[in-house]
C-alpha cells in the first residue's frame, strides 16, 4: 500500500466514514440520468467506496439487485459488514479500487460517488471497473471537475491546493483542529450567503456557491476534512475524463458537469 491509500485509509476508514451523519449521494446521480438508473441499475451491482453506508442502506431495500457487492479501502467495512450478516445477497469487504479482487465481468452495475479522484491513479480505477463489468454492463460515478470555465471556481481550487500542501507538514490532529476552526468562517463567507440566496428565491444562484450546504457553523468540519486532508485531490476537464473512458474502452458515455462536478454515466 503506498502513502497516498494509507492516508486514505487514515482519513476516510478511520475517521470520517464513522460518522452516522453522512448523507447519501445516489440521488444526485439519479436525478442527473433518471433513464439511464432505472434501466441499468439492476443484477449484480458493485459499489466501489461505500463510505459510511449511506447509499449502501438505500440499495439493500432494492428488490432489483439480484446480489451487492460493496467495498471500502478502511476499517469502516467492518461494522457495515455485521449490519448485513443475515443478508446472504449483500457483501461489504475491505478492498482497492485500485486493484479489485472480483472476476472480469461479474456485475451488471457498478456505482462509485467521489472515489477514483483520490487515488494514485484514477484511470487505473476506471480500467478495473470496466474489467469487472459485464457486456452491456454500466458505470454511474462522479468525479471532482478542474472548473476551468469559472474563474471563482478556480480560485477556490488553487487556494484548496495551497492549503492542502502547508497542512501536509503538520500532524493529523492538527490538521483535524485546523479544519475545526476554519468551518465556522467558511460558513460565514459561503454558506451563510446561500441560505440568504435561497430565502430570497434564487436557489439556482444559492447552489452554485462553494460550502451552499452547510447548516451551521460547524457542519463543514467534515467535508473540509475530506478536502483539505486528503492525501490527493485529482481534477477534471469534461474532455479528459471523456478521453479517459473511451481509452479504456467504455462506450455511451454521458458526462454531465455541473457547479458541484463531472456526473459520469458509461456503458460496457
Not at 465556522?184 to 451563510?192: D, E, F, M, N, Q
Request: hydrophobic letters at 40%.
Amino acid at each position: 500500500m503506498n502513502n497516498i491509500e494509507k492516508k486514505a485509509e487514515q482519513l476516510w476508514g478511520q475517521d470520517l466514514h464513522k460518522e452516522k451523519s453522512i448523507p447519501a449521494h445516489y440521488h444526485q446521480l439519479e436525478r442527473i440520468f433518471p433513464k439511464y438508473w432505472n434501466t441499468f441499475l439492476k443484477g449484480h451491482l458493485l459499489e466501489i467506496g461505500c463510505g459510511s453506508g449511506a447509499d449502501l442502506e438505500i440499495f439493500s431495500r432494492d428488490s432489483k439487485f439480484s446480489s451487492i457487492t460493496a467495498i471500502d479501502i478502511g476499517e469502516n467495512v467492518i461494522e457495515i459488514a455485521n449490519k448485513y450478516s443475515d443478508k446472504p445477497h449483500i457483501s461489504v469487504q475491505q478492498g482497492n479500487a485500485l486493484n479489485l479482487s472480483h472476476k472480469n465481468n461479474a456485475f451488471d452495475a457498478i456505482y462509485s460517488y467521489g472515489v477514483f479522484h483520490h487515488t494514485s491513479n484514477p484511470t487505473q480505477c476506471i480500467s478495473e471497473a470496466f474489467r469487472v463489468l459485464k457486456k452491456n454492463g454500466a458505470m454511474f460515478t462522479y468525479l471532482y471537475s478542474a472548473h476551468e470555465d469559472s474563474l471563482f471556481k478556480r480560485t477556490g481550487i488553487i487556494i484548496e491546493n495551497c492549503m492542502m500542501k502547508l497542512l501536509r507538514f503538520f500532524p493529523y490532529k492538527i490538521q483535524t483542529y485546523f479544519c475545526i476552526l476554519l468551518s465556522p468562517i467558511c460558513w460565514l463567507l459561503l454558506s451563510l450567503p446561500s441560505i440568504v440566496l435561497r430565502l430570497l428565491g434564487k436557489k439556482n444562484l444559492a447552489s452554485k456557491l462553494p460550502f451552499h450546504f452547510g447548516t451551521h457553523p460547524f457542519s463543514l468540519i467534515g467535508d473540509l476534512k475530506d478536502r483539505l486532508m486528503s492525501p490527493i485531490n485529482h481534477r477534471f476537464t469534461k474532455n479528459e475524463i471523456e478521453k479517459i473512458l473511451r481509452s479504456v474502452g467504455f462506450i455511451c458515455i454521458d458526462v454531465v458537469k455541473t457547479s458541484s462536478g463531472l456526473f459520469i454515466f458509461a456503458r460496457r
